[in-house]
């Protein structure tokens, strides 16, 4: 049994990370702050915090990252602290030491601060980050065959009425394009319509510059590198899923099988659950970070059904845009997109923390194995 079942979920982004930053401290680990342009609703400056153990510079490297976005941080936030406070007070739980060994462990807390502290997925630009990380040779611009038509019903250019037929006019796009289409038409990453839904950018955001000028320092000389990137939202709720955007090597994959067990992973195959994305950052990472052997993995947590979670994320971009400002309807909206991807019932319902600390573990394990 994980130490998820007695670390609080946090109620904001700043008592997120003042808990982040106080179990870092306490651990005596490396730790940078680095600022987002902006302020959080409490007029707190907007971090991305940088926390790292002391390992050779060679050593293999365990990286997870949370927030990258935003209104997603919650749990992540959590999977992160619930670690510092096994390595902390392990004893003090009667739960079994967490020995890191030679294995660094790097933790990114908060990738999008804004995003995070304002409820919102996107960052204070309107970005969907996992659209921004574009490889060398990829312009930002570009859509899906499909996405200018399905723009007035995803982005409507209004606040929201008593009256909305969108379930029932995505059911009829649906049928018309088929489901697996639809997805990926809706949501591989667009670079032509900047109020909408996962617009990658115009460039690179402000949290891609900030990693494209520290990613290779943090991992020193490390050869070796797994990252699980934490978020929520996808697939059935309450289970997780490792959903890879890149190849697997053969050595990658059987270290997933050993230590992870073959039904933990989805390879990238465009599936409904694991659909190809434009721009995400598992790939760019292992491109920037210059590690010959660079496992990423989207530590992806269902919530609700993906139709609520679609017209959760509607609703939102739709009244920051085009409702009032401080309005009731857009704080009613911020607030449903909490719940969609950080479900009231998980202060309670411990399984997913649990599974997610077991993968932290056991990932750990089979980097000291070499």
Known sequence: ????????????????????????????????????????????????????????????????????HGVEGFFGSAVQCAILNRLL?????????????????????????YGFAWLRRMDADGIDLNRNFLLPGDDYRGSPAGYAALDPLLNPRSSAGWFDLFSVKLALAAARMGVRQLTQTIAAGQFDFPQGLFFGGNGPSQTQQILAANLPRWLASSSRVVHLDFHTGLGRAGEGKLLLDDALTESQRNFLIEYLDSGSFVENDGSDVNYQVRGSLGCWCAHQSRVSDYLYACAEFGTYPPLQVLAGLRAENREFHWGKANSTALSAAKERLRELFCPSEWSYDRRPLGLAEEWVEDVIFGLQQG
């Open 1 to 68: 049994m994980g130490i998820g079942l007695c670390v609080e979920i946090s109620a904001n982004y700043e008592e997120a990370r003042h808990t982040f930053r106080h179990c870092v401290e306490l651990l005596g680990w490396q730790h940078e702050a680095h600022d987002i342009a902006g302020q959080s609703p409490a007029g707190d400056d907007l971090t991305i915090d940088i926390a790292w153990s002391p390992a050779p510079p060679d050593a293999p490297t365990l990286v997870l990252s949370s927030g990258l």
């Open 89 to 113: 007070f392990h004893e003090q739980l009667h739960l079994p030491e967490l020995k890191l060994g030679e294995v660094r462990l790097l933790m990114m807390h908060g990738l999008n601060p």
